[in-house]
């Protein structure tokens, strides 16, 4: 299995960005999915989860600007980023776990990859002001 992300690239701050993660092979149940990012210097950061029944979890400081979603052949991934700030410049991940994890928080979710998990390979996103 590969996740797959795209759709990074620069923006201007207050801008807006849709980033994509594909599955190239079969997962069995997307019991919980997520995305994260990591800035150089910096921790990896989760900023958005979705379990398997749409439910979704973002941090407080990301609420309102980010919104995770899938398709209906549930073999793609969305973030959606509005009013984009520079702080928002990361390496963008996503993350997939095949196998019972619940809740879907992003602590769980970071913790589960390791064991049942997929993580793609990433998407550069950078914000100027």
């Known amino acids: 299995v590969q996740l797959v992300e795209s759709g990074g690239g620069s923006v201007q701050s207050g801008g807006s960005l849709r980033l994509s993660c594909t599955t190239r092979?079969?997962?069995?149940?997307?019991?919980?999915m997520g995305w994260f990012r990591q800035s150089p210097g910096k921790e990896r950061e989760g900023v958005a989860t979705?379990?398997?029944?749409?439910?979704?979890r973002y941090p407080e400081s990301l609420k309102g600007r980010f919104t995770i979603s899938q398709d209906n052949a549930k073999t793609t991934l969305y973030l959606e980023m509005v009013n984009i700030k520079p702080e928002d410049t990361a390496m963008y991940y996503c993350?997939?776990?095949?196998?019972?994890?619940?809740?879907?928080?992003?602590?769980?979710?970071?913790?589960?990859?390791?064991?049942?998990?997929?993580w793609g390979q990433g998407t550069q996103v950078t914000v100027s002001s």
């Open positions: 993350a997939v776990v095949d196998g019972p994890l619940s809740p879907c928080t992003i602590t769980n979710l970071a913790g589960g990859i390791a064991d049942f998990g997929y």
């Open positions: 092979g079969y997962i069995h149940m997307r019991y919980c």
């Open positions: 979705l379990d398997l029944d749409g439910n979704t």
